[in-house]
């Protein structure tokens, strides 16, 4: 065998074995989360885990549901801020902005997107959580310092927009001309078009977009953690602090390894929030699937 | 009539609306950052490591963030690119379609994942070897951050390589690899180093996976074992401080890591633009 | 005889630079059917729409002249243009059925412009669907999606859709020619028993069928009007010579 037919497969072997492993490394992290997990999971069934609301670990109490609750407090927060306004504006770009405009705002928007976590955080504390001490706590006739599930929801809405705006604003785009040309020569007016036929026919997409952003915001840590105030109870207004699962496993890695099972309890952490962003990934998949079958058209 | 006028004319309010808040908050967490950072930039920040105790020390700059984050990228881009490139071409010229379709998936997967993931599995590997936080963990974490970005990134560009070139290199007689490598990793080289400076933007700018691994230290490490600062965790320590002059080594590692990462950004943008430029749609 | 319902006027077209339509005039009968035939390329589907300016949806379109409809030029300022498009119904080449159910694909016409009685809107749908001879195959399954349908059965619907609107005038953009056989002969009977309703204005590149089909014609030859008349006399004893040329085969 000739050499350059050996070096071609013996490079071709290295390759699959990079392929391989890059293949394998979500299962393998899945697995050793789970190998670390398992402490705390013989000690209290799962759903126990999951549904105490006290957390004093030097106590051997490790009740996740105020994370649980706070996670999801703030990004439905997020989410319902951010989807309308999104929307709105992707459709605006896609179908009504003078190309100049779009031109100029398009990359904007896609350049923002690569914000760091942290910066956003640092924004956060400089804008946000006094925005919300000063002038939108005593609108509603609440004392507080500031550190929020609001401000969590709003610094993650920030986040969100540009995943949901460029991804929507593309398939709103992608929309063939003839579609809407149907509709216009029936004498319908260019809102009516959007509205009735082309948002419709962009669903799909516009579905996996929102889906994405859900989970960008479920697992964002750091800027949330920098404005949310961690203190581990269940939120019971948008004026109270929050401390979502991700803010717990990053704050506390310090102590981790001084209590027992508090190293095991985190990881469990992390192993539940990698599943749940699986599962929206998943998600957002199968939906995708299910509306392109039932409304595509041609 | 006036009806249908009226609800147009009312979403339209809507729309441009919602576009000026969304463009209007984007833009003022960039003024906010820069306005903070701005002041506290000076020749002194940038040059000198913190002085006079665990990071609480009132003198000195941020070169440890700067060198440390410089080094945590770089050996993590290094390594991505040593995997993510034979994946990208593997998947492209060799692989069969069930391991390619596995393949993205599993990336695609992965690059959803959030980074403090990484940490924490970073961490338990770290343990299991006995290592303790240092450049050399923190450098594996951004690696598993980088490897999904880099190889998607590059998986895409080399799929618009148009066909007639490879065909062209194997009606030669050239081999997999020859042509893997002369044609279709050099047509695509603009691509390339745009997933290169994509996923290294990401990295620099990421806080979450450094936490448990790359520790932190007020001084630039000698050694691939040593703790190391990185400018995300640099803002994220030294922010809360009551000190004044802690917390502008915060803004100003703020303003740094924005610039650095909007820069790179603008960097692969260009690329990306030079690099269509060419191509038939 | 032919009493005009559009009258076009020295209508001038421009792509950009590119000079589509040259001084267009010509009156389009009532209540007849009116082949545009000319080789491709020529324009033909550039002035069908622009005579219910869906031209305006392009970029970079440039127009001139006068279409007038019972004396009305739709290109004046004041003149909506959604009512415009509503009297002139389109059917194009390939069937471009909305996103949606067999039903609200013809109701959405009706929809948009404002009927919300359920009763009525079945009435509509269900003569529409008549009209254009597609009721008996969808009659039991008006849920599902159009998409489901064939190619032929797609272009039937388009046309129901089309009527839903009461339209005055029908323009057609080589409406068989992504069709089958069948179905093509399906779509000509249509437009046949039509005519007594609608003025029709169907673009064709198939002598025969404009044979079979047109009481007018008009041949449109590199963007200028070269010869319009009776279908009887433009296509069996052209005047002009590009015509008998373009009708012998010798220019396509």
Not at chain 1, 30 to 55: G, M, N, Y
Not at chain 1, 143 to 153: D, K, Q
Not at chain 1, 228 to 242: I, Q, Y
Request: net charge positive; glycine share 8%; aromatic share 8%.
């Amino acid at each position: 065998m000739n050499t350059r037919r050996l070096e071609d497969l013996v490079v071709a072997k290295l390759m699959f074995s990079a392929t391989v492993l890059s293949s394998l490394i979500v299962f393998i992290i899945a697995f050793a989360l789970f190998q670390k997990s398992t402490p705390i999971l013989t000690t209290q069934p799962l759903s126990e885990l999951l549904l105490a609301s006290s957390w004093h670990p030097w106590k051997g109490e490790f009740g996740f549901y105020p994370f649980i609750m706070g996670t999801l407090w703030v990004t439905i927060l997020a989410m319902a801020l951010s989807i309308p306004p999104s929307l709105l504006m992707s459709i605006y770009l896609a179908e009504y902005a003078p190309i100049k405009v779009r031109g100029i705002i398009k990359p904007m928007i896609d350049l923002l997107a690569g914000i760091p976590s942290v910066v956003y955080g640092l924004w956060g504390v400089l804008l946000i959580v006094p925005l919300v001490r000063d002038y939108v706590a005593p609108l509603a006739g609440v004392s507080t310092t500031g550190y929020t599930v609001l401000a969590g929801g709003l610094v993650l809405a920030i986040m969100v927009f540009p995943i949901i705006i460029s991804i929507s604003e593309e398939v709103i785009r992608s929309v063939p001309q003839q579609v809407r040309e149907a509709s216009m020569a029936l004498g319908a007016t260019k809102w009516q078009t959007v509205k009735h036929v082309v948002v419709r026919t962009a669903l799909p997409g516009i579905i996996a977009a929102v889906i994405l952003g859900f989970g960008r915001a479920f697992g964002e840590t750091m800027a949330v953690l920098m404005v949310v105030g961690n203190v581990p109870r269940v939120p019971s207004s948008l004026f109270d602090p929050g401390y979502p699962l991700p803010a717990l496993i990053a704050n506390n890695y310090g102590e981790m390894m001084s209590i027992p099972l508090y190293d095991s309890a985190l990881m469990l952490a992390a192993l539940i929030l990698l599943l749940l962003v699986l599962l929206f990934g998943v998600l957002a998949g199968i939906i995708l699937v299910r509306i392109k079958r039932r409304y595509t058209v041609g | 009539m006036d009806r249908r006028k009226l609800e147009e004319n009312i979403f339209k309010g809507m729309m441009i609306a919602s576009t000026l808040i969304v463009v209007g908050s984007l833009l003022s967490v960039f003024i906010v950052v820069i306005l903070k950072g701005a002041p506290a930039l000076s020749i002194s920040m940038l040059t000198q490591i913190p002085k006079g105790g665990y990071y609480l020390g009132k003198e000195g700059g941020i070169l440890n963030a700067i060198v440390g984050s410089l080094y945590l990228a770089g050996g993590a881009t290094t390594i991505s690119f040593l995997i993510s490139l034979p994946t990208a071409l593997y998947l492209h010229e060799y692989a069969g379609r069930r391991l390619a379709t596995l393949a993205r998936q599993s990336l695609d997967v992965l690059w959803s994942v959030p980074s403090i993931i990484y940490g924490a599995f970073g961490f338990t590997v770290m343990i299991y070897l006995g290592m303790r936080a240092s450049l050399l963990g923190g450098i594996m974490a951004l690696t598993l951050l980088e490897i999904p970005i880099m190889t998607r990134v590059m998986d895409e560009v080399i799929n618009t390589v148009p066909l007639r070139l490879r065909e062209a290199s194997y009606a030669l007689g050239a081999t997999k690899l020859e042509t893997a490598w002369n044609v279709v990793a050099r047509q695509a080289l603009p691509g390339i180093l745009t997933a290169v400076l994509l996923a290294s933007g990401r990295a620099i700018g990421d806080a979450a996976s450094l936490l448990f691994t790359a520790g932190y230290t007020d001084n630039i490490p000698s050694s691939l074992f040593d703790p190391v600062a990185s400018l995300p965790l640099a803002l994220f320590f030294q922010l809360g401080t009551p000190f004044p002059e802690v917390q502008q080594r915060a803004y100003a590692s703020g303003a740094i890591l924005l610039v650095i990462v909007l820069s790179l950004s603008i960097a692969s943008r260009l690329l990306i633009k030079r690099f269509t430029k060419y191509v038939i749609r | 005889m032919f009493k005009p319902h559009v009258s076009i006027e020295k209508l001038n077209v421009y792509y950009g630079e590119h000079h589509v339509l040259k001084d267009i005039t010509v009156d389009i009968p009532e209540r007849r059917i009116t082949a545009i035939i000319g080789p491709s390329g020529c324009g033909k589907t550039t002035f069908l729409r622009s005579l219910n300016s869906l031209i305006d949806l392009v970029d970079e379109v440039r127009l001139s002249g006068k279409v007038l409809v019972d004396g009305v030029n739709i290109y004046d300022n004041g003149v909506d243009v959604t009512s415009i498009r509503k009297r002139m119904g389109l059917i194009a080449q390939m069937p471009n059925p909305l996103p949606m159910s067999i039903y609200d694909n013809v109701a959405y016409g009706p929809r948009i412009h404002g009927v919300k009685d359920r009763k009525e809107l079945d009435q509509i749908v269900e003569q529409c669907l008549r009209a254009s001879s597609l009721w008996g195959e969808v009659e039991g399954r008006l849920r599902e999606p159009a998409s489901k349908l064939s190619m032929g059965q797609q272009q039937r619907l388009c046309l129901a859709r089309a009527l839903a609107v009461e339209p005055e005038v029908l323009l057609c953009d080589e409406p068989t020619s992504a069709l089958d056989p069948i179905s093509a002969r399906h779509i000509e009977e249509q437009l046949i028993t039509l005519k007594k309703d609608y003025t029709i204005v169907f673009v064709t590149h198939i002598l025969r069928q404009a044979r079979r089909l047109a009481d007018y014609a008009v041949f449109l030859y590199l963007g200028e009007l070269v010869e319009h008349g009776p279908a009887g006399e433009v296509l069996a004893n052209p005047k002009e010579p590009r015509t008998q040329a373009y009708l012998k085969g010798e220019i396509s």
